[in-house]
């Protein structure tokens, strides 16, 4: 069985401390850009290993301030999680003892998960299946 919740970006980590009572593993946190909306989704699932229930959680995030409380001291797995986040969509965890790019170069412009990013360097070509 599984849930879906939204939740406002300051309740992120209260909620989170309450939920890991009954979902103890965080297998995945990534994110979503709306650019028509001026939002960035982040999509939490959380899991339980003894009933295997599961639990999404969405946040919204203004793209101009993405901002919001790390939960690494809730599930220690959300450190690179949250580190690949940041490097791609350029989300802030607040608390994140290492906040830093995980997948690109240090001296990277920008973040390429967002729909509006551009590279003169990059060339997109269609996908064809």
Not at 25 to 46: M, W
Not at 54 to 65: F, G, H
């Amino acid at each position: 069985m599984s849930e879906e919740r939204k939740i406002d970006k300051d309740q992120l980590y209260s909620e989170c401390e309450k939920l890991k009572h009954t979902y103890d593993y965080l297998p995945f946190l990534t994110a979503v850009d709306y650019p028509d909306k001026n939002i960035i989704e982040l999509v939490y699932r959380l899991q339980s290993t003894a009933t295997n229930a599961a639990l999404t959680l969405k946040v919204e995030l203004p793209r101009e301030a993405a901002e919001v409380s790390s939960v690494i001291s809730v599930w220690p797995a959300a450190d690179w999680h949250e580190r690949e986040v940041f490097d791609l969509f350029g989300v802030k965890f607040t608390g994140h003892p290492d906040l830093r790019r995980i997948l690109l170069p240090p001296e990277w412009k920008g973040f390429p998960l967002l729909k509006d990013y551009s590279d003169p360097n990059v060339v997109k070509k269609p996908v064809t299946i």
